[in-house]
């Protein structure tokens, strides 16, 4: 990340606290630009709390870790994306506060050590993976711990109150304000977690070349591959001997196409370290070789050089993270290499390809176009 270009004031009421705390944020994301009312109402609540030692799961840029860091006895934060990881690292420095961040695709791989947890779900999170983060962060606490769960409708608040009555220990609502309710869970002696996410395998055929693509829920067409991929994969050439970047990789469809048709040497890299896991395991169930990396756009491969680059871009992100992406992608790209990467016919990304000095279309789908670009 070259640039966290949003900077966040929160002012402090409280006694025994600080007057002000201050966070970085960018583009990528939830809530860059204002600070999010579910975190603030588990902050207000849980600030004169004895919680002991803390989670934060998907803990965004920071804002809920950094602060109890200054009233728990230790905190630890987890995020699936590597953007984000940064961001509250940054912010764990800037304030000066202890506290630990991990990038972690499975909550139930930390020591089952924790006394509290306080999550807030993100907008357009799918409930089944909300749910499985409640129940794989139950696991993780020490018998009789709380967890702490705010939420409103938009971020599937019914369905986790159903979800903590059926396996919490007990549920206790100890906020409602401005749509959100804070709830507090307690985890029951023995617990197991029930499992609500499985990973599954599409075997689509591009090109004569059957894949085992393996996929969950909430990464970027976990159904099927999308006709904008396959497009790509239509349209691109590589030759024997080619060192290959399949980047913002998602499950790996582009990498684990380019490993089983070419013999070449193909790197995957992708922000999110669930998209990872899934693109190894989609690499070993197709039987190809290829080495992932999870990293903010081409930080994982800074330093490297490429002879063919090819994406289907987080349109979503933002403009900064696709600033930074195509920026990273001219400079790991040879002098003479090729970036192939195909678009929505309805977005424009020719103010992110300033720094290329050949730009042309190679094929038109139904929706889709798949464009060249050269340093």
């Given at each position: 990340?070259?640039?966290?270009?949003?900077?966040?004031?929160?002012?402090?009421?409280?006694?025994?606290?600080?007057?002000?705390?201050?966070f970085?944020?960018?583009?990528?994301?939830?809530?860059?630009?204002?600070?999010?009312?579910?975190?603030?109402?588990?902050?207000?609540?849980?600030?004169?709390?004895?919680?002991g030692?803390?989670?934060?799961?998907?803990?965004?840029?920071?804002?809920?870790?950094?602060?109890?860091?200054?009233?728990?006895?230790?905190?630890?934060?987890?995020?699936?994306?590597?953007?984000?990881?940064?961001?509250?690292?940054?912010?764990?420095?800037?304030?000066?506060?202890?506290?630990?961040?991990?990038?972690?695709?499975?909550?139930?791989?930390?020591?089952?050590?924790?006394?509290?947890?306080a999550?807030?779900?993100?907008?357009?999170?799918?409930?089944?993976?909300?749910?499985?983060?409640?129940?794989?962060?139950?696991?993780?606490?020490?018998?009789?711990?709380?967890?702490?769960?705010?939420?409103?409708?938009?971020?599937?608040?019914?369905?986790?109150?159903?979800?903590?009555?059926?396996?919490?220990?007990?549920?206790?609502?100890?906020?409602?304000?401005?749509?959100?309710?804070?709830?507090?869970?307690?985890?029951?002696?023995?617990?197991?977690?029930?499992?609500y996410?499985?990973?599954?395998?599409?075997?689509p055929?591009?090109?004569?070349?059957?894949?085992?693509?393996?996929?969950?829920?909430?990464?970027?067409?976990?159904?099927?591959?999308?006709?904008?991929?396959?497009?790509?994969?239509?349209?691109?050439?590589?030759?024997?001997?080619?060192?290959?970047?399949?980047?913002?990789?998602?499950?790996?469809?582009i990498?684990?196409?380019?490993?089983?048709?070419?013999?070449?040497?193909?790197?995957l890299?992708?922000?999110?370290?669930?998209?990872?896991?899934?693109?190894?395991?989609?690499?070993?169930?197709?039987?190809?070789?290829?080495?992932?990396?999870?990293?903010?756009?081409?930080?994982?491969?800074?330093?490297?050089?490429?002879?063919?680059?090819?994406?289907?871009?987080?349109?979503?992100?933002?403009?900064?993270?696709?600033?930074?992406?195509?920026?990273?992608?001219?400079?790991?790209?040879?002098?003479?290499?090729?970036?192939?990467?195909?678009?929505?016919?309805?977005?424009?990304?020719?103010?992110?390809?300033?720094?290329?000095?050949?730009?042309?279309?190679?094929?038109?789908?139904?929706?889709?176009?798949?464009?060249?670009?050269?340093?």
């Amino acid at each position: 990340m070259r640039h966290a270009p949003y900077e966040l004031a929160l002012e402090s009421h409280v006694t025994d606290a600080r007057s002000q705390y201050l966070f970085h944020t960018a583009d990528g994301v939830v809530s860059k630009q204002s600070f999010r009312d579910a975190e603030l109402l588990i902050l207000e609540s849980l600030w004169d709390r004895e919680l002991g030692h803390v989670l934060c799961p998907q803990a965004n840029y920071g804002v809920v870790g950094v602060i109890l860091a200054d009233t728990a006895d230790s905190v630890e934060m987890t995020e699936t994306s590597a953007r984000a990881s940064r961001l509250c690292e940054r912010n764990v420095r800037e304030n000066d506060v202890e506290a630990s961040v991990s990038l972690r695709a499975d909550l139930t791989t930390l020591e089952p050590k924790f006394d509290t947890v306080a999550y807030a779900p993100k907008r357009y999170t799918p409930i089944t993976v909300g749910k499985q983060r409640i129940a794989d962060a139950l696991s993780v606490l020490r018998p009789g711990g709380s967890l702490y769960l705010a939420a409103s409708k938009e971020t599937g608040l019914n369905r986790y109150e159903e979800q903590l009555c059926d396996i919490a220990g007990s549920v206790t609502c100890l906020a409602d304000r401005n749509g959100y309710r804070l709830f507090e869970a307690t985890r029951p002696r023995v617990f197991e977690p029930p499992s609500y996410v499985t990973f599954r395998t599409l075997e689509p055929t591009v090109a004569g070349e059957g894949l085992q693509l393996v996929t969950t829920p909430g990464l970027f067409a976990a159904d099927g591959l999308d006709d904008g991929t396959r497009l790509l994969l239509e349209s691109s050439t590589v030759e024997e001997g080619d060192r290959v970047l399949d980047i913002a990789c998602g499950y790996g469809a582009i990498g684990t196409y380019v490993a089983l048709a070419v013999d070449c040497e193909v790197w995957l890299s992708d922000d999110d370290v669930v998209a990872t896991s899934c693109a190894k395991r989609s690499l070993r169930a197709s039987g190809a070789e290829g080495t992932v990396v999870t990293a903010d756009c081409t930080e994982g491969v800074a330093g490297a050089t490429f002879d063919k680059v090819f994406s289907n871009p987080p349109t979503y992100a933002g403009n900064g993270v696709l600033s930074e992406l195509f920026a990273g992608v001219h400079d790991v790209l040879a002098p003479d290499g090729e970036l192939t990467f195909v678009r929505h016919e309805a977005l424009s990304l020719r103010e992110h390809l300033s720094q290329f000095s050949v730009v042309e279309r190679l094929r038109t789908g139904r929706e889709h176009e798949v464009v060249c670009a050269r340093p």
